[in-house]
């Protein structure tokens, strides 16, 4: 049976408001909590109250502090009624938990021993009956009792107001939390942890206690994680004037986690993989990912927490401004030009691929069956991207007016897209309102230009479409801001014309006088609009481009439509054609004029990847695509090769990020070029690595290769080094789900049944299942059965974690993009899977993919 939608348009606001929350955890031991609680209505409409629930065990109530008899209410599998209810009064309820026994990972569950919560986007209705829904704002005080031994450490959300003894053998903590918060924000954890501590004073003189707390043995591994705190919070006030509000923050560090981390008001919890790493262990990526997922965190306390979401339509209102605001932060503390591309190329490897198959859907969804399945790119990634466009049409002043002006409007509100855009719009006088179209229509807009010079005029033509996507939503003309520049021939960029074009027609022509009539344009600086720009440049035009192009984005922009067009050319031929020497000369040229950065060379160098192929491609096989990006990436390291070997060799002696970045992909490019050649310096550069990037490095180059013995050697040592390390391990996973070969499925399969693999833990099953799916070659085999194991493995998965199982599925919601064969063959999993008992999560996944036949 299909699970009923819920709908935007049926949105009612709530009937009872909850003045004030207390609850109670008596933990007696992981098997077995006791919550209590209790809450303080009052009504503010008419109708029943209904308390939402899932999985519950209700063992007692009582209405104003009298026991309320069963006839009283009904107690329904996912809902407790009361009918008759007075304009103010006070509910208890007293609910009992089996932590241990929650593999879900969703509400109150046990992690290695620890106790701890995940809310969001209902949990909170499987710890105990509420109104669990993101507009029921309430205060929340929360009192833990549990083993002083077994559980030293009993935080929540707030401050800190009561501790000490309870009885001999244990202990109480009272948290009060004196914001506003729905009840997704509550978070608690009682556990045998190591707190580290450290503290910032904010703009305004006040003193924050910063704490980290993680299992034992892994305080060394904080100090990154403690140092991005403090930026974040520095950078906050800096750039939008935003100040911690409570005496301390708070980060816990868990193993079993179904997200990354969570934004809990004042204790934030992560998963590991977030948090430990030092330079042994965890790779620059890794380092920079910590960064940007605290930021992300922090940053939620004013947009999400102090302002949150009137309803989970909503929900890019807190995660694409958040996304937004972390992006700014990395760019910040790192390199803009770099940072951009890395959010760019995320954008289109996911997000695009996403509007264009079966679970497309607008920004601001119009309905889902369950909300878990919407904490998706398009909401995350293409929201912060509509964030981004409000600050290229306002300018950086008058986006800062803007969120200025929806904070103090705002705050301890939970509102709507609408009034962010209201926000915008009012604070600078400027009507924004065919804006919102960009939140109600799915798919990525394709805007089409052309430019030719007139009579001393250049004159720019533009069309945008939009093709229509699975969800059906209708497509009307947007508002896109285009930033574009115009080149003199001797490099010059023309001055006087504008900054950005706004194209808000089906197509308008621009006209602009110019004194100078040779120029050649470039459009889309800063990729300041999330579109696919098509217009016809020949390869003349691009290398000429590549040499004016003064923008670092513009410029890699530039080299990836060379790259994948050449390899989509090749594709549609089933041959690749050796590169010009021009573009090799180009690529050159960009090491000897020593103008950009290394981490940027990174960039410019690399391959773009198979997923950015792909883009616009109908009905393709996936191997033949495949095998023309190896061809062309073989191709492109053999002409490049003395380079790519100096270039290695002269880094040697450097050390720090950026030398890394591209040292290390001059070595996989080596590898690529002539394994046989190479192996012995890899492996070399392999066992002497003093840093967990080098080290990965060399073993990634390795597992890209078809050398089989050094692929072996180098993974058992690999393990035998680190197996002690869990997030270590999870790389060593990933690396072999990922390989070259022939024979990775059995591999996979064998390694499913590995002792240190555990099916219960998210990470693993990301890394191991779902490295697999990322690997093109052994997902995509002829056979099926890539896509036959996966299925066996989303129903294995559902059985007890719907939320991991229903991600796990999304690759096979692509399978319209690939040629008849492997659509017949996905189409068969699909309906084996549909013919199970599935989890509404997962059964949402499978039901569109296959309505999208």
């Not at 407790?80 to 593999?103: A, G, H, M």
């Not at 309430?138 to 501790?163: M, R, V, Y």
């Not at 490099?491 to 808000?504: A, K, M």
């Not at 390390?725 to 060593?732: C, G, H, P």
Request: glycine share 4%.
């Amino acid at each position: 049976m299909t699970t009923p939608s819920v709908l935007l348009k049926d949105y009612q606001p709530c009937a009872f408001k909850i003045i004030s929350t207390e609850l109670t955890f008596d933990i007696q031991s992981v098997f077995d909590v006791v919550v209590t609680n209790t809450m303080h209505f009052q009504k503010v409409g008419s109708g029943p109250l209904v308390l939402h629930a899932d999985e519950l065990i209700l063992k007692e109530i009582y209405f104003d502090n009298i026991a309320l008899p069963a006839s009283a209410y009904e107690l329904r599998e996912d809902a407790l009624v009361i009918s008759q209810c007075p304009d103010d009064f006070y509910l208890t309820v007293v609910t009992q938990n089996n932590p241990e026994k929650n593999k879900a990972l969703s509400g109150l569950y046990a992690s290695r021993g620890m106790l701890c919560t995940q809310c969001e986007a209902e949990g909170f209705r499987r710890i105990t009956y509420f109104l669990d829904r993101p507009d029921v704002m309430s205060i929340f005080t929360t009192k833990i009792i549990a083993d002083k031994e077994q559980f030293p450490i009993l935080l929540s959300n707030g401050n800190l107001k009561e501790s000490g003894a309870f009885d001999e053998k244990r202990h109480y903590a009272i948290w009060h939390d004196p914001f506003l918060k729905p009840s997704y924000l509550f978070a608690v954890v009682a556990a045998q942890l190591i707190r580290l501590s450290d503290e910032f004073v904010t703009q305004s003189g006040r003193t924050v206690g910063l704490d980290i707390f993680v299992e034992a043995g892994d305080e060394h591994y904080c100090s990154f994680a403690m140092q991005a705190i403090k930026d974040a919070m520095r950078w906050d006030e800096q750039r939008f004037g935003r100040e911690y509000d409570l005496e301390r923050y708070m980060i816990v560090a868990v193993k079993d986690f179904n997200m990354g981390a969570m934004e809990n008001k004042g204790l934030n919890i992560f998963n590991v993989k977030y948090v430990l790493a030092d330079e042994k262990t965890a790779t620059d990526e890794d380092i920079l990912g910590i960064e940007s997922v605290i930021g992300h965190e922090y940053f939620h306390n004013w947009t999400g927490n102090r302002v949150t979401c009137r309803d989970w339509f909503q929900l890019s209102l807190k995660e694409g401004l958040t996304v937004f605001r972390d992006q700014e932060f990395s760019s910040d503390m790192n390199d803009r030009v770099t940072q951009r591309i890395n959010d760019v190329s995320q954008l289109r490897k996911v997000q695009f691929l996403e509007d264009a198959g079966a679970m497309a859907h607008p920004v601001q969804p119009k309905a889902y069956q369950e909300i878990s399945n919407f904490y998706t790119a398009t909401v995350y990634e293409k929201g912060a991207e509509l964030v981004r466009m409000y600050e290229v049409l306002l300018g950086r002043d008058g986006f800062r007016k803007g969120m200025d002006l929806y904070f103090q409007r705002h705050d301890g509100q939970a509102v709507r897209i609408e009034e962010f855009l209201a926000a915008m719009s009012d604070a600078n006088a400027m009507d924004l309102s065919q804006f919102h179209q960009w939140y109600d229509q799915a798919g990525t807009p394709v805007v089409e230009v052309k430019e030719w010079i007139d009579q001393g005029q250049l004159h720019v033509w533009m069309s945008q479409s939009c093709p229509q996507t699975a969800d059906g939503s209708l497509k009307k003309p947007l508002m896109i801001p285009i930033k574009w520049a115009v080149y003199q021939k001797d490099g010059q960029r023309v001055t006087g014309l504008p900054e950005v074009l706004i194209l808000t027609e089906q197509e308008h022509e621009f006209i602009f006088d110019l004194k100078n009539t040779d120029v050649l344009v470039n459009y889309l600086h800063g990729f300041s609009a999330p579109i696919i720009l098509k217009r016809d440049l020949s390869l003349d035009d691009i290398l000429t481009l590549m040499a004016l192009e003064q923008d670092g984005f513009a410029l890699w922009d530039l080299k990836q439509k060379l790259m994948i067009e050449w390899i989509q050319k090749a594709y549609q031929q089933q041959k690749i054609e050796k590169l010009p020497v021009e573009v090799i000369d180009i690529f050159q040229s960009w090491v000897s004029s020593g103008r950009f950065s290394l981490d940027l060379l990174a960039e410019l160098f690399r391959m773009p990847s198979f997923q950015e192929c792909s883009v616009g491609l109908k009905a393709f096989d996936p191997i033949l695509l495949f095998s023309m990006l190896k061809a062309f990436e073989k191709d492109f390291a053999l002409a490049l090769q003395p380079l790519f070997e100096s270039q290695f060799k002269a880094l040697q002696v450097q050390e720090g990020r950026l030398v890394r970045a591209f040292r290390n992909l001059c070595l996989s490019y080596l590898m690529q070029a002539d394994e046989k050649r190479y192996a012995a310096i890899c492996e070399d550069y392999f066992n002497q690595a003093v840093n967990m990037t080098n080290r990965i490095a060399a073993l990634r180059a390795v597992m890209q290769t078809h050398h089989q013995s050094l692929k072996a050697k180098v993974c058992e040592k690999f393990y035998q080094d680190w197996s002690v390390n869990e997030l270590v391990l999870d790389k060593w996973f990933f690396l072999q789900a990922t390989q070259m070969g022939t024979d990775v499925l059995e591999k996979v399969k064998s390694l499913s049944q590995h002792p240190r693999f555990n099916w219960t833990n998210p990470n693993k099953l990301y890394m191991l299942i779902g490295g697999l799916a990322q690997n093109v070659l052994a997902f995509h085999d002829a056979s099926g059965q890539g896509y036959a194991f996966l299925k066996d493995c989303i129903l294995k998965v559902d059985a007890f974690n719907p939320q991991i199982a229903a991600r796990l599925a999304q690759p096979l919601t692509r399978w319209k993009s690939y040629d008849d064969a492997r659509q017949q063959k996905i189409q068969t999993v699909l309906k084996e899977l549909i013919s199970h008992k599935l989890s509404k999560d997962v059964e949402e996944i499978i039901s569109k993919s296959l309505k999208a036949s």
